[in-house]
């Protein structure tokens, strides 16, 4: 089995099919097992030509843009509130999917903005923005190459990559007309909502961070007592040139029972809207149409997840009036020691840490009653 998911990975990196095709069939010929190398072939010729032709993507992956709108009305389906729900053109033709929420009785308060992080989308939110829109204007919207906003070649300079995303922000910002704004980012999303406060700092109010990614620096040194395996490490070589949901592509129509069964936490996260598979259904077709964001992400990130260009380093360019609220899980194995680093950096601006307890990664969804709150609580300081 191992051979033929090889050759797969390897189909990745050649620079044409034709002639990685040729390869391929006198390799599995040479075997001296004809009938195997044909249908091993037959196999591998559809998942390189699927690699080539992102136009195939759904004859092998059960997924369509329909689909996904379908899964995340489903999402936003237990939602009272009014909302509107659009397409916001931002350059160069793209344009960011947009959730609205915004009542008479709060248009006059700062907004705020909701950034989901890697993988994520607006209807990961389901269970926040209905109380988070009673005290002001909530506006979620799937980053750029995510969701169902557009999916665009990015740069694979990490620099210009994340330009790119800082740039669709402030033009959505232009054309939605939110003069500023308290920006809310999980994970990827609170990396982009501080690099766009450092170069917009007049339209940011307020930052809460929930678990955000991408701030430490990279961590050379390993305890003596918990070093990494060789075949960890060989594997991490072997897949390192690949984007991380590669292989939630490659198993094709088994996809859907793949994210059932390994993250099945996620049914209970939403279990006071649904009993069925909706949101793992979600979560499939978010993260297995055309990679885009991913890509930008991937080319963003070093070994083992760090960021290229930490956050840390770069914090000192934020303004100081700009407050930041920082929101990690008890429970979440993601390192916290960074918004301590925060705190210490930012000694005249005002920096709050809260641990939600009982809370996982997605402390949003683990303990949305309390997360909420909190929120709200951060808001009332800045109107």
């Known amino acids: 089995m191992l051979f033929p998911v090889f050759l797969y990975l ?29 249908g091993v072939w037959s196999y ?60 008479d009785v709060v248009k006059d308060k700062t907004p705020i903005v909701l950034l989901h992080g890697f993988g994520g989308g607006v209807g990961l939110w389901a269970q926040n923005v209905e109380a988070l829109s009673q005290d002001r204007p ?50 990827l999303g609170g990396f982009l909502a501080v690099s766009y406060a450092i170069k917009y700092p007049a339209r940011v109010k307020h930052l809460v961070l929930v678990e955000p990614w991408g701030f430490p620096e990279v961590q050379e040194t390993v305890e003596a007592d918990r070093p990494i395996p060789v075949w960890i490490k060989a594997l991490g070589a072997m897949f390192s040139p690949f984007n991380p949901l590669a292989g939630l592509r490659l198993v094709g129509p088994l996809g859907p029972t793949l994210v059932q069964t390994l993250r099945p936490d996620f049914k209970k996260k939403f279990s006071s809207m649904f009993s069925d598979n909706t949101v793992s ?23 083992c997840g760090w960021a290229k260009r930490p956050m840390l380093q770069r914090l000192d360019q934020l303004h100081p009036d700009i407050p930041i609220s920082i929101i990690y899980g008890s429970r979440s194995s993601i390192d916290s020691t960074s918004a301590a680093s925060i705190k210490e950096m930012r000694t005249n601006s005002h920096v709050e840490i809260v641990t939600m307890r009982g809370a996982g990664h997605y402390v949003f969804a683990d303990q949305p009653y309390d997360f909420n709150n909190k929120v709200l609580q951060v808001c009332e300081k800045v109107d």
Request: glycine fraction near 4%.
């Open 281 to 303: 259904e979600y979560i499939y077709h978010l993260n297995v149409q055309s990679p885009s964001g991913e890509t930008a992400f991937k080319s963003m990130t070093g070994s």
């Open 138 to 187: 909530v506006y979620a919207l799937d980053l750029l190459g995510f969701g169902q906003s557009t999916r665009p070649v990015f740069s694979t300079d990490p620099l210009e990559a994340e330009a790119q995303f800082v740039e669709s922000i402030e033009q959505w910002r232009a054309k939605v007309g939110v003069e500023s704004m308290i920006i809310l980012g999980h994970n």
């Open 44 to 103: 591998m010729d559809n998942a390189i030509r699927w690699c080539w032709i992102p136009d195939w993507l759904p004859s092998w992956c059960p997924t369509s843009q329909s689909q996904l709108m379908a899964a995340e009305d489903r999402m936003l389906s237990c939602i009272r509130s009014a909302f509107t729900k659009e397409f916001v053109p931002v350059s160069c033709g793209n344009m960011l999917w947009t959730l609205a929420f915004c009542s």
């Open 10 to 38: 390897l189909s990745d990196l050649s620079p044409s099919p034709p002639l990685l095709s040729r390869i391929v069939q006198r390799a599995l010929s040479v075997t001296g097992l004809p009938s195997l190398a044909s």
